[in-house]
């Protein structure tokens, strides 16, 4: 059998935890190879030992059947291998072509940077592998799957012919992840090979060939995906069943919490994101907002929380106007928020895990007394926190942020937005980057939340949460209300086609009997 990696019982250790416990992976010249596991299984860790970013404890790498050190990512790319991060390696002001030859920059007539010929060359990569890639677009102002194609074009600008793509979907929209299903199986007819780094199991059934499980750090089995289903790999990669259905009761709404009237809100652009937005939530009921990426919702969010001016309209929490309140005083009325992006909006990556648990309610007379944090109660309220919601992390309480995986930082946000829950809870793609495991728990407190009395406005771009989770719907179509309609009354096919604008109906206003 001809193998293009091969990482032969792989330890590594950090301070406090063992991340690869004698791990053993194989993978096949011109396949995909999915690594299936859980939040902080050590996935990544060894996919960043395969890059060079770390160096193993003990164990043995080959490469093409030839054993290798390798002590940096310069070392991994001389050996063709390449890497596209979870979170994106880019620089915003500069333009496609010049993040992918960043390093290599290509010289001309007496020493000049030729931009011209490197980006001929981008153009022809990008077409050869169906990218379509401007390679003169500034990255800035560019989506987010395009910015992941850039990713892509950077190893195969380098020639690399193993490429590790890690949690590749987690900030994708279903039809940016369709894409990126077909751009791979385009890559491995071109003779690439392909090591997946995910959890969600729909995605390594549709491209992978083989699959290797890791719970906890250490190598569980390594299996034929033909031969497989979701349940059967889901089982294996958490230790126990998992229930994939949401059970839910019906939901028992009481008093208006949230009221969203006659709405406009620009984008960074200046021009209109949100036309005219009007919406109830009640307490005791979750009101999900669906739509396609870019169509608002990230506008309305920010406006709602306090993160962007509102041109006109009004924004009551429990009946007062918060219109103009600040950040700060709208938390302090009563409302938590799950943002979108967990590394801008939701942690501070350099504090501690405990200090993030705190953000919100440090100066608070449980945590703090005359200007002094009491770091008892404050280390009290973390391991609390870190048991409940199952945060893994090197150095429990005192690790750095950073330094955890994304799926863990995920679920501190959470933990920390939950636990300090007042009326309104405002969740914006609650279970990106998170295993199913940790997905079943989630949901579980968010409808224990509606359950307690809480109004909940759920803003997702995965549809199957949308659908499980909501008591009522609202479709969001270029900024504007495309359909309202109760969870109950209606179905995937009527959504979807409101949320592409071919649809309007408006049944699910709070005066209706269900």
Known sequence: ??????????????????????????????????LLGENGAGKS????ILFGLYQPTSGVIKVNGKEVSITDPNVANDLGIGMVHQHFKLIESFTVTENIILGLEPKGKFGTLDIKSAAKKVKEISELYGLEVDPYAKIDSISVGMQQRVEILKMLYRNNNI???DEPTAVLTPQEIQDLMKIMKNLIKEGKTILLITHKLKE?????????????GVGIATIDVSKTNEKEMAEMMVGRAVNFNIDKNECDPKDVVLSIKNLFVKNFKGLN???????????????????????GQSELVYALTGMTKIESGNVYLK????????????FKKGMSHIPEDRHK??????????????????????FSSTGFIKYDKVNSYAEKLISEFDVRSGKGKDSLTRSMSGGNQQKAIIAREISEAKELLIIVQPTRGLDVGAIEYIHSRILKERDNGKAILLVSLELDEIMGLSDRIAVIHNGEISGLVYRKNTDENEIGL????????VGGEINEKG
């Open 1 to 34: 059998m001809s193998y293009a990696i091969e990482m032969l019982n792989i330890t590594k250790v950090f301070p406090g935890i063992k991340a690869n416990d004698n791990i053993t992976l194989r993978v096949k010249e011109n396949s995909i190879h999915a």
């Open 45 to 48: 860790t060894l996919m960043s």
């Open 163 to 165: 490429l590790i793509f």
């Open 204 to 216: 390594i059934k549709e491209v992978a060939d083989e699959c290797t499980v890791i719970r906890k």
């Open 273 to 295: 994101a949100v036309k005219d937005f009007s919406l109830d939530v009640r307490a005791g009921e979750i009101v999900g907002l669906a739509g396609i990426d870019g169509n």
């Open 319 to 330: 009946g007062e106007d918060i219109t103009k309140y600040s950040i700060i005083d709208r």
């Open 345 to 366: 909006h939701g942690l501070v990556l350099d504090f501690e895990l405990r200090e993030n648990f705190v953000l919100h309610s440090y100066n608070n007379k449980e």
């Open 498 to 505: 409101m949320m592409s604008g071919s649809l309007h109906k």
